[in-house]
């Protein structure tokens, strides 16, 4: 296989025929030089566990871009992101990231997120339809994400551009110079927007993940302000598109089982069941990638030191070695194993994850109890986004 398997119009609209083709091919292969892909489920589970296989962003970015074209401010700065980065600093940093992304911190969004998701289905309600991307789960996870960091959401439109322009520095397929500028400009513009925030804060702390991050201390260590305004990004990167998508994700997908779906309306699974499903299924986050911090093997295959492994999330979940049923939406009450990989996994598992599904399961549960006969239109005609990381539809137009 080669890299552009992974950027042709069949994959981006299915990538699952794709990934079959890339199991089929072995556990490793070679997609370039220094570059290889692993959609085997078991494989992807001891890379993304083995400590030997860790994070080289800026040497990724090497690779695709060369090195002049590496030093643009957008990757540097993405350089310094937890999700990014290896053991000790990211040891350092995930640990005074938890202690403000704790658990209590994220239940009592709870309810915070029931409110805001009916608030926002009662805007559309006597319309008798929406888009749901647009109108629902886009506007879901931003309000989210503005109520943990505090900040107003009026300045959201601007976090949305920004964000959507950083989200190709993540893509397999490498940017053109065009897609830099407007990333680097983004990155400029949540930096300095986040650097006011933090000498505000400064004066007038609140409970909010921000101003937690200015407090907590760990062996006489705290975040540095590039620290927190990089990994602040990064929770609006991770967490905004991700989940909005995820969101459409799991509806096309019920939507495509009307069998899967009546059940659902029957109350015979629980949310975290169906979220469950849905995310293994078709996932918003099908792709992360890995550097050999040394010489080893994988599957019986040579890695050398800084080889570039990309492994494919959305494959690993319909791998039929661990899944049975794995290319078809099945909800069953057995859902603790095998391993859900959407997440990632190791040192590096989706510190947010548990938002997210708290986000995911109230977003389907007001729509399932507010509209129980809400349909997709033009079901087969959906418009995908075309890129390799991050899958989702443009719009997803319902009606009741």
């Known amino acids: 296989m080669k890299m552009s398997d992974f950027s042709t119009s069949e994959f981006y609209t299915n990538p699952y025929p794709t990934y079959a083709r890339l199991r089929a091919e072995g556990e490793l292969v070679p997609l370039a030089p220094k570059i290889w892909a692993s959609g085997r489920h078991a494989t992807i589970e001891c890379i993304l566990k083995d400590r030997r296989m860790g994070r080289a962003y800026l040497e990724g970015v090497r690779l695709r871009y060369g090195e002049e074209r590496a030093k643009a401010d957008v990757f540097q700065t993405f350089s310094r992101m937890m999700l990014l980065i290896n053991p000790p600093e990211h040891t350092r940093i995930r640990g005074l990231l938890m202690r403000a992304f704790n658990a209590a911190q994220m239940e009592k969004f709870n309810a915070i997120t029931q409110e805001i998701a009916e608030e926002l289905f009662d805007r559309q309600a006597s319309s008798g339809g929406m888009d749901v991307m647009k109108d629902y789960a886009i506007p879901l996870s931003l309000r989210i994400i503005c109520k943990l960091l505090d900040v107003p959401y009026r300045d959201v439109a601007m976090f949305s551009e920004a964000v959507h322009a950083l989200a190709f520095t993540f893509e397999l397929a490498p940017m053109s110079d065009a897609q830099i500028t407007a990333a680097n400009a983004a990155a400029h513009r949540l930096e300095h927007y986040f650097l006011e925030i933090l000498r505000e804060r400064r004066k007038k702390p609140s409970d909010d993940l921000i101003s937690l991050l200015l407090l907590v ?16 990004v990064m929770l609006f990167f991770a967490g905004h598109e991700t989940t909005s998508h995820m969101i ?56 050398a030191k800084g080889d570039m492994v990309y492994v494919f999330l959305g494959s690993a979940n319909h791998d039929p070695d661990a899944f049975d049923h794995a290319g078809q939406l099945r909800l069953a009450k057995d859902v603790h194993k095998p391993k859900l990989l959407t997440f990632g996994g190791g040192i590096h598992h989706c510190i947010g994850a548990r938002l997210a599904w708290i986000e995911i399961e109230t977003a389907l549960k007001v729509l399932i109890e507010r509209a129980p006969q809400l349909e997709i239109v033009g079901i087969d005609r959906l418009e995908w986004h075309r890129r390799n990381t991050l899958r989702g539809v443009e719009s997803l137009r319902v009606a009741w």
């Open 217 to 232: 201390e760990e062996n006489g260590t705290r975040l540095t302000d590039d620290e927190i305004v990089a990994n602040i």
């Open 248 to 303: 459409g994700n799991a509806l096309i997908a019920l939507h495509r089982h009307p069998t899967e779906l009546a059940k659902v309306l029957r109350n015979e699974y629980t949310l975290y069941e169906v979220v469950y499903e849905c995310l293994r299924y078709d996932g918003s986050v099908q792709l992360t990638g890995r550097a050999a911090l040394e010489d080893m093997e994988i599957g019986g295959t040579h890695v």
